[in-house]
């Protein structure tokens, strides 16, 4: 896939219009010229609409076209290439979805072409939620965003103006295959890693303004230590390839076996690419050699090309955690205490330094031992989490190079996760006496007050249903105050979507159904 990307770099300079970095037509064409110099058979606007078992192997597809009608084909190997697990969901084959509070999917993005500064370059916005899998949904989205005001706007003139958009939504995430293993984010988190056939190298992109809704272990790693921006290295086994209890098939790119935290990591293009070309090979393998894929084996330290971006190795750790209690203090006491943070959880003498840096009288010291504490599930730190939580704390931390977390939504967060009794009050004062205080340190993602009063309310949503969950005598207190937060909003929640000063999607239905799923009280609304 290098070659080829090198080869798509020198000929955009002959002619061809540049559309940034990527020159994405050029590179379809280029393809398109390597698959038909190997004999490949492409089949256009081609729709799959079936599978062949025989038992539990994968034997060959069924495929329609307008003009010539329904075809079929045969082989010792299907790949699942799709990107949404098409072939596997079609044949019922057990598939991953969004994230587990209701299932949704990232924010998809409109993508049109430009021209200014003498040049042709793509712009895209993130523009809503969209379901991959329902049609009309899909439909409605493409229409609604290429009439967002991004691209119909009345101040273009000859040095930037729209020439086209993009005939499909920029769509970050999908249904992905269940495989013979499955890559967790608690497999990374704790170093449990299979050896990869291929490495991801990224951090963990997730665009949604929501991350009050998703798993614990994202919330810890973005919003208690701030790391977004984070480089993780993730091996990909043979087996998180091959959907569980089938032959026959392999798949690649995004729709490997994956939980949804980790398919943030493992979606970036290059990445996809070396999946691909891995995929090709242990297809080949396996039909030389005559064996199932999962049997085929790899003389790794021969395929150089798992890691040629200098970024991905096999030797690269998540991070390099720190384990001096020095240079941990150092952290701690820094702007840039996540990794700092982080390094506590590796660390089962650490709790000791902790509980004495609490009471150091150093500001910074004090509540990240607060925060390191809270994220080993220690709540000694809990009363500086209720003041951090009580003065809305503005402080944000530059650990990551974006969307670091306030302290203030930090605390909300960590408050429920230890499911303290005594923060219902606290959130109720937060959420039902709001006043809009100055944002400027954490403006990058939060885009005025409704964007900042919607984190506060998301956080505290969820940290009063963890808390109503533990503590039954709570639940009809807590539910008259959710019930009381949400007729307060009048069935809108505006947000803006990440990367737009102006482009807002409600939030309220969303709310609702993350209510409705999670709580065990009775909710009226």
């Keep these: 896939y290098e070659e080829i990307d090198e080869k798509t770099t020198k000929m955009a300079g002959n002619g061809y219009a540049a559309l940034g970095s990527s020159h994405c037509e050029l590179k379809k064409y280029i393809l398109e010229e390597e698959a038909l110099q190997y004999g490949v058979e492409i089949k256009y606007e081609a729709v799959l609409t079936g599978v062949y078992l025989n038992g539990n192997r994968i034997s060959g597809i069924e495929w329609f076209e307008e003009a010539t009608g329904f075809h079929k084909a045969f082989g010792r190997i299907v790949a699942d290439a799709t990107a949404d697990a098409w072939v596997t969901r079609t044949y019922g084959g057990e598939v991953r979805r969004g994230r587990k509070s209701d299932g949704k999917y990232q924010p998809y993005s409109n993508i049109a072409l430009f021209y200014g500064n003498k040049t042709t370059f793509m712009y895209n916005t993130d523009h809503g939620y969209v379901d991959p899998e329902n049609g009309e949904d899909l439909s409605t989205q493409l229409i609604d965003s290429a009439q967002s005001e991004v691209f119909l706007s009345d101040k273009f003139n000859d040095d930037l103006f729209p020439l086209a958009s993009t ?249 429920g996760r230890l499911k303290d009794e005594e923060s219902v009050e606290i959130i109720k004062e937060i959420l039902l006496n709001w006043t809009y205080g100055e944002t400027e340190e954490c403006a990058e993602f939060i885009e005025g007050e409704s964007d900042y009063y919607f984190q506060y309310l998301s956080f505290g949503i969820m940290a009063l249903i963890e808390i109503g969950n533990q503590y039954e005598h709570l639940r009809d207190e807590i539910s008259d105050l959710l019930n009381c937060l949400l007729i307060r909003q009048n069935k809108y929640l505006p947000v803006k979507m990440k990367g737009s000063h102006n482009l807002e999607y409600n939030m309220y239905e969303t709310v609702i159904n993350i209510i409705k799923n999670e709580f065990k009280g009775e909710i009226n609304i």
């Design 167 to 415: 005939l499909m939504l920029g769509i970050r995430s999908g249904p992905g295959i269940v495989g013979e293993e499955t890559i967790t984010i608690d497999n990374i988190f704790n170093n449990n890693l299979s050896d990869g056939v291929y490495y991801c190298c990224s951090n963990m992109d997730n665009h949604s303004k929501d991350i009050a809704f998703e798993s614990e272990a994202y919330k810890d790693w973005c919003v208690g230590a701030s790391l977004w921006g984070l480089g993780v290295v993730v091996p990909v086994p043979l087996k998180a390839m091959i959907p569980r209890g089938f032959d026959g098939i392999i798949a690649c790119g995004r729709t490997i076996s994956t939980d949804y935290t980790v398919s943030h990591v493992v979606r970036m293009k290059r990445d996809v690419q070396r999946s691909g070309e891995i995929a090709g090979l242990l297809a080949y393998k396996s039909i030389k050699e005559n064996c199932e894929i999962k049997d085929v084996t790899l003389d790794t330290e021969k395929l150089d090309y798992r890691f040629s971006d200098t970024s991905v190795t096999p030797n690269r750790p998540l991070s390099s955690w720190l384990s001096d209690i020095d240079e941990i203090k150092s952290a701690l006491m820094s702007d840039k205490p996540g990794i700092g943070i982080w390094s506590c959880r590796y660390l089962d003498d650490i709790d000791q330094f902790l509980l004495e840096w609490l009471i150091s009288g150093d500001c910074r010291l004090s509540k990240n031992s607060a925060v390191a504490l809270a994220l080993k599930g220690n709540g000694s730190g809990v009363e500086i989490l209720r003041k951090m939580a009580k003065q809305r704390d503005l402080y944000t931390p530059k650990t990551s190079r974006k969307f670091n977390y306030p302290h203030g939504i930090t605390a909300v967060y960590l408050l």
